[in-house]
């Protein structure tokens, strides 16, 4: 059975007050696209072709306006109501009637991945769809995250959720590769004391049932989760810097689609005449000849 995708785009996006006021942190733009691309993009580039976006009732409208059913990326969007963030484990039970029992690949909508052999170590992880993985990126500040506590086997000891003493500087990032049971465990979760359905309880659910891997994203690697203003400025200066340097986009959307073959090049010169002229547009122009 084919995995599926959700992106979870909620969330109350507190830290970025008052930018947030009126529209949602996964809008804003990273450099020269909106940062709901970026998820998309890892999501497209693992092989995944049906995507369920979640998010509120405001920002829900716009997301479907944006991107649409996804046929001009080769993909099938669908989209899903939050009524109020309760947790990133709550997506998989929101998501339920979308997934029917498919393993899911769950990314939040304000995190990008970047490195050299990410399609590789993206396409490992998904093709093991009775294996669950977790991937883990060190960072300077584990206490604001999952923190992954190592055995002497270099394989998962323990997760522990925003510590005030963290294990060490390894923690969860926002993409989890889960199989066909994640809905029925997530569904038996308790509401910790912050009110929500944790993801690290889920984690910690088939870490039990010693049926979770870790994949270290080390050294050629780089990962944001935007939800500050200075992790979302520290974004924008990478993939500017990255583009501009490499002559190479991050998260096209479109490229993704014509490198995996999922749309033609006439749809893709279609699309292109409806653009308006930008940088954007001369870099898809390229990929007609």
Same mark, same amino acid.
């Given at each position: 059975?084919?995995?599926?995708?959700?992106?979870?785009?909620?969330?109350?996006?507190?830290?970025?007050f008052p930018?947030?006021?009126?529209?949602?942190? *996964?809008?804003?733009?990273?450099?020269?696209?909106?940062?709901?691309?970026?998820?998309?993009?890892?999501?497209?580039?693992?092989?995944?072709?049906?995507?369920?976006?979640?998010?509120?009732?405001?920002?829900?409208?716009?997301?479907?306006?944006?991107?649409?059913?996804?046929?001009?990326?080769?993909?099938?969007?669908?989209?899903?109501?939050?009524?109020k963030?309760?947790?990133?484990?709550?997506?998989?039970?929101?998501?339920?009637?979308?997934?029917?029992?498919?393993?899911?690949?769950?990314?939040?909508?304000?995190?990008?991945?970047?490195?050299?052999?990410?399609?590789?170590?993206?396409?490992?992880?998904?093709?093991?769809?009775?294996?669950?993985?977790?991937?883990?990126?060190?960072?300077?500040?584990?206490? *604001?995250?999952?923190?992954?506590?190592?055995?002497?086997?270099?394989?998962?000891?323990?997760?522990?959720?925003?510590?005030?003493?963290?294990?060490?500087?390894?923690?969860?990032?926002?993409?989890?590769?889960?199989?066909?049971?994640?809905?029925?465990?997530?569904?038996?979760?308790n509401?910790?004391?912050?009110?929500?359905?944790?993801i690290?309880?889920?984690?910690?659910?088939?870490?039990?049932?010693?049926?979770?891997?870790?994949?270290?994203?080390?050294?050629?690697?780089?990962?944001?989760?935007?939800?500050?203003?200075?992790?979302?400025? *520290?974004?924008?200066?990478?993939?500017?810097l990255?583009?501009?340097?490499?002559m190479?986009?991050?998260?096209?959307?479109?490229?993704?689609?014509?490198?995996?073959?999922?749309?033609?090049k006439?749809?893709l010169?279609?699309?292109?005449?409806?653009?308006?002229?930008?940088?954007?547009?001369?870099?898809?122009?390229?990929?007609?000849?």
């Amino acid at each position: 059975m084919n995995r599926k995708g959700i992106i979870l785009a909620g969330g109350l996006n507190t830290r970025l007050f008052p930018i947030t006021k009126v529209i949602s942190k *996964q809008l804003l733009p990273v450099y020269d696209k909106p940062l709901i691309y970026y998820p998309i993009s890892t999501l497209m580039l693992t092989g995944i072709k049906e995507i369920l976006i979640i998010s509120d009732k405001n920002n829900l409208p716009i997301y479907k306006k944006l991107l649409g059913n996804g046929k001009n990326f080769g993909v099938k969007l669908f989209y899903k109501l939050q009524n109020k963030p309760r947790g990133i484990a709550e997506a998989l039970i929101i998501g339920k009637n979308f997934l029917k029992k498919s393993p899911v690949a769950l990314i939040l909508g304000d995190n990008i991945f970047y490195g050299n052999n990410l399609l590789k170590i993206l396409k490992k992880n998904s093709l093991k769809i009775n294996k669950n993985t977790i991937f883990a990126y060190q960072v300077p500040n584990p206490k *604001q995250f999952g923190v992954v506590e190592f055995n002497q086997k270099k394989g998962i000891k323990s997760i522990e959720e925003k510590p005030k003493d963290p294990k060490s500087n390894f923690v969860v990032t926002g993409l989890y590769f889960f199989d066909k049971n994640a809905v029925d465990y997530a569904s038996k979760l308790n509401f910790s004391q912050r009110g929500e359905l944790e993801i690290t309880d889920l984690n910690n659910i088939y870490l039990s049932n010693k049926n979770l891997s870790i994949e270290i994203l080390g050294r050629g690697f780089s990962w944001f989760d935007c939800g500050t203003p200075d992790l979302l400025y *520290q974004a924008q200066s990478f993939v500017q810097l990255m583009q501009n340097r490499n002559m190479l986009q991050i998260g096209c959307l479109e490229e993704i689609a014509i490198g995996n073959k999922w749309i033609s090049k006439n749809l893709l010169k279609k699309m292109i005449k409806e653009y308006p002229e930008n940088q954007y547009k001369n870099y898809l122009k390229k990929m007609l000849y």
